[in-house]
C-alpha cells in the first residue's frame, strides 16, 4: 500500500463549488480535412465547448479528438482529461483524476448522442486518494512499468519526490469491476514486480523530471 508523505485526511482539501454538471456530446459533419471520418464528436460542459487540444498538449500519446462509450478507444482519454480540465481548473488534479473519470463516466456514456447531468460526489468519495494535495501524475513510458500513468509524492517541506514503483504497477483499476478480486490481482502483480525489480521499487529523486528519467531508466 502506498504510504502518504502527509496525513491521508487532506486528500479531501480540494472542494468544488458545486458536484453535479450538466455534459453534452454530439457528432457533426466530418471537416473537409478529415475525409475518412463520417463525423466529428464535440463536447460541453455547463453549456461551454471544449477542445480536444486542451487535452492534448498535457497527454500527446493520445487521440486528438473526443470520444467516448464503450468503444471509445483512446479518444475517451482525450475526453475525461479534457472535462476534467473543465471541471477541476487545476492541471494537477485534472491529470490526477482522468484516468479514474473515463472509467467511470466517459466509457459510460451513450455512443451517440447525448446531454446528462453528472453528480461527482460518489466519484470524488471513491477517488478521495488521488487529490490528495502532494500528488503529482505523469505519463511514462518504461518497460519496468509497462509504460503508463504514475503517481509521484512531492514532500511539502523539503520538496524532495518518491514513487513507489511496484504499486504503479500493479495498479489496474478497470482491469477486474470486482473491488476485492482487483485488491487480490495487485497485490499478486505487486508481489511479482518486487520480485524481479529488487532495489528499484522505491524511487526518490529532488524533483519530478529527475524521478522520471530514473523510472524510465
Partial sequence: MTTHLIAA???DYFQLSKK???IKGILSTAPVEHPSQEHTRR????????????AFVLRPFYECDFDWGNNGGLSSFTSALAICLSIFK?????????????EYFVQQFPDGEFELEVDLSDFLRQFNSR???????RFC??????????????HPVTGSVTVN???NYATHYAAVPDMEVRRHNERKQRLLFRLFAKEQTIITGSSLDEVMEQVKS
Fill in 9 to 11: 485526511d487532506l486528500a
Fill in 20 to 22: 453535479t454538471w450538466l
Fill in 43 to 54: 463536447l460541453w460542459v455547463d453549456g461551454i465547448e471544449i477542445l480536444p487540444e486542451q
Fill in 90 to 102: 487545476e492541471e494537477r488534479v485534472a491529470e490526477n483524476l482522468y484516468e479514474c473519470f473515463k
Fill in 131 to 137: 487529490l490528495h494535495p502532494y500528488l503529482y501524475s
Fill in 141 to 154: 513510458y518504461a518497460a519496468l512499468i509497462d509504460s503508463r500513468e504514475i503517481s509521484m509524492y512531492q
Fill in 165 to 167: 514503483v511496484a504499486d
